[in-house]
């Protein structure tokens, strides 16, 4: 069925740590997974996304990962800024019109 | 970057009206979503539109939605009549191509509907 679980709900982390998101899915037809990035009034943005073909994708301090046997997904943020501070989706999607979104993780980076 | 637009960013209606929410999307794009949102839940895909048509909707996408994108002016959503549920906040998209493998699709900021 076409869900995506994604966890946690919220996270605190301090300035300079690493924040790890994850998410899951029961599709195997899913094959594109795009991470995006959201701020208060304002609409999703792209942050990263990865193939289904990869393992490992990475761009500057956000790096996805996939597993595609656990049907699993994880965005890494290393050195974690202030700036940081938004709500997270990860979706995926079968490579058709739509996308399928988790519920969202609320981060807030501490200085 | 390139920017999707819409207005109103809040609209309060009573129930049983008729609301339009409206969509500037990013100006060479070619396809078109609207997504809702219920407060504390995920996005749910409603309806994608490309050519004048209706290319895939869901079972969210009720028989008093609608939508259209008339001489390339807004791609709009029409509710009529309002119910109580359709209270969300409902984002617009727009990619390139079909959103998927190699287009993004872009956000709009959401309109905020409440029906009371």
């Known amino acids: 069925q076409q869900q995506v679980r994604q966890s946690p709900q919220s996270l605190t982390v301090w300035e300079g740590g690493t924040t790890v998101l994850t998410c899951s899915y029961e599709?195997?037809?899913?094959?594109?997974f795009p991470w995006y990035q959201q701020f208060p009034g304002e609409g999703p943005a792209l942050l990263i996304s990865i193939l289904s073909v990869s393992d490992k994708k990475e761009d500057g301090r956000f790096t996805t990962f996939f597993n595609k046997r656990e049907k699993k997904l994880s965005l890494h943020i290393i050195d974690s800024q202030p700036g940081d501070s938004a709500t997270y989706f990860c979706?995926?999607?079968?490579?058709?019109?739509?996308?399928?979104f988790g519920a969202g993780t609320r981060l807030k980076v501490i200085a | 970057g390139p920017k999707v637009l819409q207005i109103p960013s809040h609209q309060i209606i009573d129930m049983g009206q008729m609301v339009t929410l409206n969509c500037d999307p990013v100006s060479n794009h070619l396809y078109f979503y609207w997504y809702k949102q219920i407060l504390g839940q995920q996005m749910e895909f409603l309806v994608n539109?490309?050519?004048?048509?209706?290319?895939?909707k869901s079972k969210l996408f009720k028989d008093q939605f609608s939508v259209e994108r008339p001489d390339g002016s807004y791609f709009t959503l029409k509710i009529q009549p309002t119910a109580l549920e359709d209270s969300a906040v409902y984002f617009c998209?727009?990619?390139?191509?079909?959103?998927?493998?190699?287009?993004?699709?872009?956000f709009g900021p959401g309109t905020r509907l409440t029906v009371l």
């Open positions: 599709d195997s037809t899913f094959n594109y």
């Open positions: 998209a727009s990619s390139l191509a079909p959103g998927g493998v190699s287009y993004e699709q872009y």
């Open positions: 979706a995926a999607s079968p490579g058709n019109y739509k996308y399928v």
């Open positions: 539109f490309y050519n004048g048509k209706v290319m895939e």
